[in-house]
């Protein structure tokens, strides 16, 4: 072999590519699409109503606040999804009947952009109701990137009449 192909000989990278598919620019690119795909087409606007931890009365024991104090309310888009309407029967009460949603935010987009932690305990207006979230998760991973959650999923039940008013001026 000659000096002159040596040359022409490749020399290796300094530090090793990302893995295909998986960077910043990818997640980056993943967010927009969803940001418009929610925003634009598929999502449905809604209305969330954080509790205001700072100026909430919580019980020094059991972390309970009897009357919330809740921050202005926060326009978002998720997917919504109705669960229906659930009747029960009540033993000594009679027949209770509950209306439940589904709304998956996208990770990214609310807590980044809009700064919303979604939480046990806050209200959101979708429609003409209001609805209190009881559970919430983060069941999806970024094409299985254990550190890539993208998706929080809250499940709410219609709030009763009375249980929620946030225009209740008592409660400022």
Known sequence: MSDSDNTNKWNGLDAPPPPMFLGQKERDFQKQIAEELTERVIGQGL?????????????????????????????????????????????????????????????RRISEDQNIFVRAGDFIMWGDSYYRINNVSQPRLLWGQSDQRFEIVAKATKARRGQFNPYDETRK
């Open 47 to 107: 209305l969330y109503f954080p509790i205001d931890i700072e100026r909430t009365n919580y019980h020094p024991i059991y972390g309970e606040a009897p009357v919330k104090t809740f921050l202005h309310p926060i326009r978002a888009y998720a997917l919504v999804l109705w669960q229906g309407m659930e009747t029960t029967y009540e033993s000594n009460v009679g027949i209770d009947s509950r209306a439940s949603l589904e709304v998956k935010f996208h990770k």
